[in-house]
């Protein structure tokens, strides 16, 4: 039963690019969430999706924008890359939580590690 | 909103050491705790969670109790060993059917021999 998988691995982009990631739900999970990891801090929530819809937003630019695919799978899209950006990016999957699945933690991918020049 | 504060690392502990890593939280409603593990150039792993008041979540020698009456979920380790070396993450997830999850600063524990 394959986890949450994530590429690329690593990733080097410049100043005012634009960038893809992706990522693939644990099997029978419908719903995906994108976090950005700083150097020396905890995860930042940058949004989530479920039914290929953008549920919540955190406190991201709309440079950061994503999509959701019919079989689950998920893209974060960021344009007009900034130096700031640089950071460990992080996918969970869970399925949508009714109250029985509310308290199911998410399952994390290893991330995509973006260096920006 | 939600929040997450984490006593701030570095932890360095001589091995068989007794650990404790605070972690308090601000919440509405009813959320579930957690904490994780992240090793060196690795993703996050859960290490263990409580769902409601007064749950105890343990693995791996970890011990951690969700405390509603001071909005607290402290990790504890008896006995510390080299391999437990790693960034340990306190963190929140909302009630409710959207499970954005909110996480403490981290904290990096250091083992010696």
């Known amino acids: 039963d394959a986890g949450v998988t994530q ?3 690593h ?3 410049t100043r005012g690019q634009q960038v893809t990631l992706r990522c693939s739900p644990k099997s029978g999970h419908d719903t995906v969430s994108w976090y ?11 949004f989530q999706y479920y039914e290929e819809e953008e549920r919540q937003r955190g406190n991201f630019p709309d440079r950061f924008s994503g999509h959701q695919f019919p079989n ?4 974060l899209n960021v344009n007009a890359l900034l130096l700031g950006d640089s950071a460990l990016y992080l996918c969970a999957s869970s399925l949508f939580g009714q109250e029985t699945y509310s308290n199911q933690p998410q ?3 290893d991330g995509t590690r973006l260096s920006i020049l | 909103g939600n929040s997450v504060t984490q006593m701030e690392g570095p932890v360095t502990l001589s091995e068989e050491a007794f650990l404790t890593i605070n972690c308090t939280y601000t ?3 009813y959320p579930s705790l957690f904490w994780y593990v992240q090793y060196p150039g690795e993703g996050l792993q859960l290490l263990l969670k409580a769902t409601k008041a007064d749950d105890k979540g343990s693995n791996k020698g970890f011990e951690a109790t969700y405390r509603k009456e001071t ?3 402290h990790l504890e380790k008896g006995s510390v060993q080299v391999s437990d070396s790693a960034v340990y993450f306190c963190a929140l997830q909302s009630s409710g059917g959207y499970q954005k999850v909110t996480f403490g600063i ?3 524990l250091q083992v010696i021999p």
């Open chain 2, 27 to 29: 919440a509405t409603g």
């Open chain 1, 36 to 46: 950005q990891q700083a150097l020396g801090q905890g995860p930042q929530f940058i």
């Open chain 1, 107 to 109: 399952h994390f991918g």
């Open chain 2, 106 to 108: 981290g904290t990096k």
């Open chain 1, 72 to 75: 689950y799978s998920s893209e």
């Open chain 1, 11 to 13: 990733l080097i982009k």
């Open chain 2, 71 to 73: 909005t607290s979920f």
């Open chain 1, 7 to 9: 590429s690329p691995t």
